[in-house]
């Protein structure tokens, strides 16, 4: 799992690659905390390179969002793949996220 | 006496007699073909001599005539003179024998003898006048004495009586010149035709003596002259004339008006000598032949016995090399069908050797529910390769007896046969164990042919049978390098397929172009679905009608597993400790049985997700922090349904009885938590939590 993160123009985007399963969650945790600095402004996850999501991925997305909403920031989830967008809509999170 | 020296004995009885039989043959032929050409010889010889002596006698007797007729002629040419002094003076009839001998060489003597009476004057007159041999002039004498009385000799009254010319019976005339003689005498008629006198002419016979000497074809032939009274007139040999008592052939002919017989007498023993010569060479010639056809027939016993004692030995291989195939073949399974009361497998093999014995193998056998079989080809043929290929079989039967992998098997036979091989002999060995339950194969292949899969079309659209080849790893053959770290292979068999196997003596069976049979035509024979031993009888067939006449090169083996169980599933296992860490294990795990069951990629991430889920509430929920412990995760594949049964030992927990997420509720209002066994049970169609023999039983099930 690799996650690059860039701030342009009050925009932060992250660029999302590989498998998002448990450990690389855990892994990756730091990260998110840096874009819950960033989440007054719009936080956009790009996921073109994101093959894969597990639960703890999911809950890393969630708390994310949890934080924007709480600062009026605004969370963009971009090119997810089908796989991904079945598990989203499994769990609901189609609705909680703006899907690009 | 062994029974060897016993046969050679008889044997050798048999060719003598069998030589000695030739030997008869020959003689006789030879002796035969002599007696034959004795006798035509003798008859041409015989024939010869006729001709010669018959030519040697007609050129006596032109000789012999030539002076009889000198003879007369003297005579006849005499008479008018003899006629004329008859007439006219009596006196001077003396002249007329004088002018016979005068004229005539061959003449020796002559005389004019007044028939008694005839004149008056001279009652009994006979001048003769004769040659003087040494002087060689005429002397001449009276006949007409006391002591002689002409008209009473032989050349008088003939002549007299018979009014003609007359030739005497030859003499030896003792007074005269002491010499053999003959007279020939004429009548002399007066005007009035009565016989006045008789006129001779003596001749000498020397010349015919002569004449006879010099006709001498043969060294000890002779020649005779009888005259016409059957008196011996003169003979060139009279000892042999006398003595009469050797086989002679005779030849003769007549003389004209002398009535004389000449004859040419040959012995036979001179006659045939040269044939007695020619006969005689002829005859060592054929004693030298019968000794050169014993010496002969010796030999060729002789031979016979070597070869006789070459095939018996040939015998004995051929014979030793039958043993050897017998147990070659008692060491493979080849009652067939092999499992006739199973219903779920079928198997069929044969082992076809180029020569007595061959360097291929099969087995196969059931132990646990288990097929384990393999099947291999030793380097090289003949004698070295059976022996090794025995050794193969019996290492395969006593380590599969123990060892339940493949791989092991394989490693364990190569580490035996490696350390002592030093003829570096190898065997390419495919080695299988066929779960006939699950009809999971796993399989390990060194250097062997990849066996082949015969099985049902796996594509929705296409029916029919595909064959392909099972995936091999580039193992090295068995025997070259020991401690070679062989690769294992898995695959699964459904129902109704079937896997063939077999050795490069079918796809390098040449035909009389020596074209290769190849794998093409092979996988072609197998792409219809047969039962095992129809399967092999196909690819044999094809095999056969492909090469023809031409000699097997090469030993041909098949094996033919056909699997009809309906697999209750297909098993695969992932044991990993509780560490978060092995989690992305799950990952290749979860790809292997997409790639198995075909599913596409959607559903791989989605069934990968629940059984992360999963296992990662086993994980940081089953075991006491820092306390190790093992999550058990088995995947069942069923035909239209997948199976995950993931065990753990560590503390009873339910994962069902988390209450279900409510996934309406906005980001805000949401638990962190609770999103895993959420999505554990959307993914899935069955979720099951068992606990059995203090271990949690989670079965996730998914039907596709």
């Known amino acids: 799992m690799k996650i690059t993160i860039e701030t342009t123009n009050g925009t932060t985007t992250a660029h999302l690659e590989g498998r998002l399963d448990t450990p690389a969650s855990t892994e990756v945790t730091p990260y998110f905390d840096q874009l819950q600095e960033h989440a007054d402004g719009t936080v956009i996850l790009d996921c073109t390179e994101l093959s894969y999501i597990a639960s703890s991925g999911l809950r890393l997305f969630l708390a994310l969002r949890k934080v924007s909403m709480a600062k009026g920031g605004k969370v963009i989830v971009k090119n997810i793949n089908d796989g991904i967008r079945q598990v989203f809509m499994m769990t609901g999170f189609l609705n909680m996220f703006e899907i690009q | 006496m062994s029974t060897k020296e016993r046969s050679e004995k008889k044997l050798l009885g048999k060719s003598a007699r069998a030589g000695l039989l030739v030997v008869v043959i020959a003689i006789v032929t030879l002796e035969a073909t002599s007696i034959t050409q004795y006798i035509y010889s003798q008859r041409g010889i015989k024939e010869e001599a006729s001709q010669r002596a018959q030519s040697e006698l007609q050129s006596a007797t032109n000789r012999i005539m030539d002076i009889v007729n000198q003879a007369e002629g003297s005579v006849n040419n005499s008479l008018w003179v003899a006629e004329w002094c008859l007439e006219t003076s009596p006196d001077s009839l003396v002249r007329v024998p004088q002018r016979v001998v005068e004229i005539n060489p061959v003449v020796v003597g002559s005389t004019i003898a007044l028939v008694p009476g005839y004149n008056k004057k001279y009652p009994l007159y006979s001048p003769y006048a004769t040659r003087n041999l040494e002087t060689g002039e005429i002397e001449t004498l009276s006949l007409a004495t006391d002591s002689y009385d002409y008209p009473s000799q032989e050349w008088f009254t003939q002549p007299m009586a018979s009014g003609e010319g007359y030739w005497s019976e030859p003499y030896f005339d003792e007074g005269g010149g002491n010499m053999l003689m003959t007279t020939f005498s004429m009548p002399v008629k007066d005007h009035e035709g009565r016989i006045a006198a008789i006129l001779t002419a003596d001749i000498s016979l020397d010349w015919l003596t002569e004449l006879?000497?010099?006709?001498?074809?043969?060294?000890?032939?002779?020649?005779?002259?009888?005259?016409?009274?059957?008196?011996?007139?003169?003979?060139?040999?009279?000892?042999?004339?006398?003595?009469?008592?050797?086989?002679?052939?005779?030849?003769?002919?007549?003389?004209?008006?002398?009535?004389?017989?000449?004859?040419?007498?040959?012995?036979?023993?001179?006659?045939?000598?040269?044939?007695?010569?020619?006969?005689?060479?002829?005859?060592?010639?054929?004693?030298?032949?019968?000794?050169?056809?014993?010496?002969?027939?010796?030999?060729?016993?002789?031979?016979?016995?070597?070869?006789?004692?070459?095939?018996?030995?040939?015998?004995?291989?051929?014979?030793?090399?039958?043993?050897?195939?017998?147990?070659?073949?008692?060491?493979?399974?080849?009652?067939?069908?092999?499992?006739?009361?199973r219903t779920d497998l079928d198997v069929a093999a044969c082992i076809v050797p180029a020569k007595e014995v061959g360097g291929d193998l099969y087995d196969f056998y059931i132990r646990d529910e288990k097929l384990f079989f393999c099947i291999g080809d030793v380097s090289g043929k003949g004698v070295p390769a059976a022996l090794v290929m025995t050794v193969t079989q019996s290492l395969f039967r006593a380590i599969s007896s123990r060892e339940n992998s493949p791989a092991k098997i394989v490693a364990s036979m190569n580490d035996s046969m490696a350390e002592k091989n030093e003829n570096?002999?190898?065997?390419?060995?495919?080695?299988?164990?066929?779960?006939?339950?699950?009809?999971?194969?796993?399989?390990?292949?060194?250097?062997?042919?990849?066996?082949?899969?015969?099985?049902?079309?796996?594509?929705?659209?296409?029916?029919?049978?595909?064959?392909?080849?099972?995936?091999?790893?580039?193992?090295?053959?068995?025997?070259?390098?020991?401690?070679?770290?062989?690769?294992?292979?898995?695959?699964?068999?459904?129902?109704?397929?079937?896997?063939?196997?077999?050795?490069?003596?079918?796809?390098?069976?040449?035909?009389?172009?020596?074209?290769?049979?190849?794998?093409?035509?092979?996988?072609?024979?197998?792409?219809?679905?047969?039962?095992?031993?129809?399967?092999?009888?196909?690819?044999?067939?094809?095999?056969?009608?492909?090469?023809?006449?031409?000699?097997?090169?090469?030993?041909?083996?098949?094996?033919?597993?056909?699997?009809?169980?309906?697999?209750?599933?297909?098993?695969?296992?992932?044991?990993?400790?509780?560490?978060?860490?092995?989690?992305?294990?799950?990952?290749?795990?979860?790809?292997?049985?997409?790639?198995?069951?075909?599913?596409?990629?959607?559903?791989?991430?989605?069934?990968?997700?629940?059984?992360?889920?999963?296992?990662?509430?086993?994980?940081?929920?089953?075991?006491?922090?820092?306390?190790?412990?093992?999550?058990?995760?088995?995947?069942?594949?069923?035909?239209?349904?997948?199976?995950?049964?993931?065990?753990?030992?560590?503390?009873?927990?339910?994962?069902?009885?988390?209450?279900?997420?409510?996934?309406?509720?906005?980001?805000?209002?949401?638990?962190?938590?609770?999103?895993?066994?959420?999505?554990?049970?959307?993914?899935?169609?069955?979720?099951?939590?068992?606990?059995?023999?203090?271990?949690?039983?989670?079965?996730?099930?998914?039907?596709?």
């Open chain 2, 212 to 341: 006879m000497e010099n006709t001498k074809s043969y060294p000890n032939a002779y020649n005779t002259v009888t005259s016409r009274n059957g008196h011996l007139v003169l003979s060139t040999n009279l000892e042999a004339q006398q003595s009469g008592n050797l086989d002679t052939l005779v030849y003769q002919a007549p003389v004209e008006r002398t009535g004389w017989t000449l004859s040419i007498v040959i012995p036979e023993k001179d006659l045939f000598a040269g044939v007695r010569r020619v006969g005689m060479v002829v005859k060592i010639l054929q004693i030298l032949g019968v000794v050169l056809i014993i010496v002969i027939l010796r030999l060729i016993a002789k031979n016979q016995l070597k070869y006789k004692n070459l095939n018996t030995q040939k015998e004995l291989i051929q014979n030793e090399l039958r043993i050897g195939r017998d147990i070659q073949m008692s060491l493979v399974p080849k009652t067939f069908p092999a499992f006739p009361k």
């Open chain 2, 424 to 704: 570096s002999m190898f065997v390419t060995f495919f080695c299988g164990i066929l779960d006939l339950v699950t009809g999971q194969l796993r399989y390990c292949n060194a250097g062997h042919n990849p066996a082949l899969r015969v099985g049902v079309s796996e594509s929705m659209v296409v029916t029919g049978t595909t064959v392909s080849q099972l995936p091999v790893e580039s193992n090295i053959p068995l025997g070259l390098d020991t401690g070679f770290p062989f690769k294992e292979q898995e695959a699964f068999l459904g129902y109704d397929d079937t896997l063939f196997l077999y050795t490069d003596g079918v796809t390098e069976a040449e035909n009389a172009t020596f074209e290769l049979f190849g794998e093409e035509r092979l996988e072609t024979t197998l792409s219809t679905k047969r039962d095992a031993q129809g399967q092999l009888e196909a690819a044999r067939d094809a095999v056969n009608n492909f090469v023809g006449d031409t000699p097997q090169s090469d030993d041909i083996t098949i094996l033919v597993i056909h699997y009809l169980a309906t697999p209750a599933k297909q098993e695969r296992r992932l044991i990993l400790h509780n560490d978060i860490q092995q989690i992305p294990q799950l990952a290749d795990f979860m790809e292997t049985i997409a790639e198995e069951k075909g599913l596409d990629q959607g559903l791989c991430l989605s069934l990968n997700l629940a059984l992360e889920e999963a296992v990662t509430n086993v994980i940081l929920y089953a075991y006491p922090a820092g306390a190790d412990g093992l999550v058990n995760i088995e995947a069942v594949l069923r035909e239209h349904s997948l199976e995950f049964i993931i065990t753990d030992s560590g503390v009873a927990f339910d994962p069902t009885a988390v209450p279900e997420a409510d996934t309406t509720l906005s980001a805000a209002e949401r638990a962190i938590g609770g999103l895993g066994i959420h999505l554990v049970r959307q993914i899935m169609d069955e979720v099951r939590y068992q606990r059995l023999d203090d271990k949690n039983i989670l079965t996730l099930t998914k039907n596709i």
